[in-house]
């Protein structure tokens, strides 16, 4: 059973183009979040939800909205793609405590050309 | 300048041998300390997590220290394997952090034969 998942594993789009990207944890989770990491492999975060309440929105641009419809998902919608959006993102799970693990999904190469 | 910094940024070894990352943080104060594994193409998995209380802690082959006065972080791998070639990446959750866990610039790690 996979823990977390995402799709899709690889995105191929045009600058301009609105793209949405889905994530699902079957763990029963409570905190979820999205991270980019860039081509230096440094992994940032860029949101994150507790019980689909947003709790950390770090510097991102206004063109990426995530989205909890309910606690086992968190989808990121990116609007208006550029070329900097090029990375691959994570999403990824914790339970709560200061021992709970965090568990990441495979991951989504995107490739804005 | 990132308040987690991590050394060497790459490191080439032979199979069999032992090395050890560092992890240095600013992030104070804290509530725990983790090392993670990123195979290429994959997400990071958690290998230890340790407390601002805990010295050691060790998973198989893995084991990380902690001294939380010089806020120095290590990981030690024994016996490498060419499965240990990886990124290797610390991560500091600050108290009150709201789960916003700082991730470390990570080292890159080969195993040869």
């Known amino acids: 059973d996979t823990a977390v998942s995402q799709t899709p594993k690889y995105l191929v789009t045009q600058m301009g183009n609105d793209k949405s990207i889905k994530c699902e944890q079957n763990?029963?989770?409570?905190?979820m979040y999205w991270y980019k990491q860039d081509s230096k492999k440094f992994l940032k975060i860029m949101f994150s939800?507790?019980?689909?309440?947003?709790?950390i929105n770090e510097t991102v641009p206004n063109r990426f909205s995530p989205k909890s419809p309910d606690k086992a998902h968190l989808n990121l919608h990116i609007n208006s793609l550029e070329l900097g959006d090029s990375a691959v993102y994570f999403c990824?799970?914790?339970?709560?405590?200061?021992?709970?693990?965090?568990?990441f999904g495979p991951g989504t190469r995107l490739t804005v050309t | 300048k990132n308040q987690v910094e991590q050394s060497p940024q790459s490191l080439i070894i032979l199979e069999g041998k032992n090395c050890t990352l560092q992890?240095?943080?600013?992030?104070?104060?804290?509530?725990?300390l983790r090392w993670y594994k990123q195979d290429t193409g994959r997400g990071p998995v958690s290998l230890t997590i340790?407390?601002?209380?805990?010295n050691t802690k060790s998973n198989g082959r893995y084991t990380a220290t902690l001294d939380a006065d010089t806020k120095q972080s290590s990981l030690h791998i024994t016996a490498s394997q060419l499965s240990d070639s990886a990124s290797y990446i610390c991560?500091?959750?600050?108290?009150?952090?709201?789960?916003?866990?700082?991730f470390g610039t990570g080292t890159q790690l080969k195993v040869e034969l």
């Open positions: 991560v500091v959750t600050p108290t009150g952090g709201g789960n916003k866990l700082t």
């Open positions: 340790m407390t601002f209380s805990e």
């Open positions: 990824a799970s914790m339970g709560q405590g200061i021992f709970h693990e965090q568990y």
């Open positions: 939800y507790n019980n689909k309440e947003l709790i």
């Open positions: 992890c240095n943080y600013t992030v104070s104060p804290f509530s725990n």
């Open positions: 763990l029963g989770h409570d905190t």
